[in-house]
Nanobody
Framework: QVQVMETGGGSVQAGGSLALSCEFSGYTYLAHTRGWFRQAPGKEREGVAI???????MYAASAKGRFAIFSDHAKNAIYLQMHNLKPEDTGVYYCAVCTEADIATESLWAREDYYNGWGQGTLVIISS
């Protein structure tokens, strides 16, 4: 059974930085995609950034240039570094994994139905 656990998050002022961490267990597939989604208040959940088993990454347009995702295979973990945060980055951030394929493509990376493991979510609040 896939298990996903996020840590990090919190509250910072606009322009600040935060880092999120996510650890995985319960799967050993070579091809996989892991990443972050977020749900802002009153909005649907959306993809933020992902990284596949080959290190290919995809970012939402709003995250490009400010967020960086990277993985540590030895720890079976991924990290999201967020800089120059804006109030619109506020939301619950979910870590997710697709254990069956590398899906770092424009048409697939943000499709939630491809992800079969989800964390509980961690709250990020950016104040103006």
């Amino acid at each position: 059974q896939v298990q996903v656990m996020e840590t990090g998050g919190g509250s910072v002022q606009a322009g600040g930085s935060l880092a999120l961490s996510c650890e995985f267990s319960g799967y050993t597939y070579l091809a996989h995609t892991r990443g972050w989604f977020r749900q802002a208040p009153g909005k649907e959940r959306e993809g933020v950034a992902i990284i596949d088993s080959s290190g290919n990454t995809m970012y939402a347009a709003s995250a490009k240039g400010r967020f960086a995702i990277f993985s540590d295979h030895a720890k079976n973990a991924i990290y999201l570094q967020m800089h120059n945060l804006k109030p619109e980055d506020t939301g619950v951030y979910y870590c997710a994994v697709c254990t069956e394929a590398d899906i770092a493509t424009e048409s697939l990376w943000a499709r939630e139905d491809y992800y079969n493991g989800w964390g509980q979510g961690t709250l990020v609040i950016i104040s103006s």
